[in-house]
C-alpha cells in the first residue's frame, strides 16, 4: 500500500504511465476559450454521426459516409472517414482518449506499478495473446484486453468553451451566492 501511496504523491501529467501525449498536455495547460463552430455541413454530419455510433463498428460509420456523401451533391469529398473525424474532434475539442491493457478479469490495469508485468499478479492471466506473441517469436506484444480513458481535466475544460455549459457548470456557485446575499 505505502508504494501505492508514494506513486500517488509522485505522479505529474508528464508520467510515462498517463500515457498522454505532447499535444494533450499542451491542451490541458493551454486550453482553449473561444466557442467552438462547425461551418461545414459535411463535417458537422460526420461529427454527429460519429457520437451517435459512438459504440458501434468502425465499419457502421463508414457506411453512413458513404451513403451520405451521396447526400451532399458536390462535396462528398468533404465526409470524412471516421479515423478523421476522430481526429477532428480531437483537434477541435481537446479532448482525446488513452487506451492502457488490462487484465481480462478486470483485476488491474497495467499503468503505474503494473506497468511492466506480462501477466495479472491476482489471477495469473497473461497480458499479450499467447498465440500472437509465440508465433511472433514474442515480437508482436497485442494485450488480451484494453480499456479506454479520457482525463476528466481536458473534458471540463471543453465544456468551459461553451457558454450554455459554463453557465451550468457554475450552477452551485452561483446559487450558493445568491442565498448567501439573501441572507444577509
Known sequence: A??????LKNASLD???????????????NP???PLTVDKPAIRHGISTYFTLEHL????????????????EGA????????HIE???????????IEHDM?????????GLFANLNCCPLCNKERYDPVKLRTSGGWNRVPCQKFVTIPLAVQLQALWRDPEHAQKMSYLSDTTEQLLNELH
Open 87 to 97: 481526429q477532428l474532434i480531437t483537434e477541435y475539442t481537446g479532448v482525446d482518449s
Open 32 to 34: 482553449l476559450w473561444e
Open 76 to 83: 462528398a469529398a468533404d465526409v470524412l472517414s471516421y479515423a
Open 57 to 72: 463498428a468502425v465499419a457502421a460509420y463508414e457506411c453512413i459516409r458513404k451513403s451520405g456523401a451521396h447526400c451532399f
Open 2 to 7: 505505502i508504494v501505492f501511496i508514494c506513486a
Open 103 to 111: 487484465c481480462t478479469n478486470s483485476c488491474i490495469a497495467y499503468t
Open 15 to 29: 508520467d510515462p504511465c498517463a500515457q498522454l501525449s505532447e499535444e494533450v498536455l499542451y491542451c490541458l495547460c
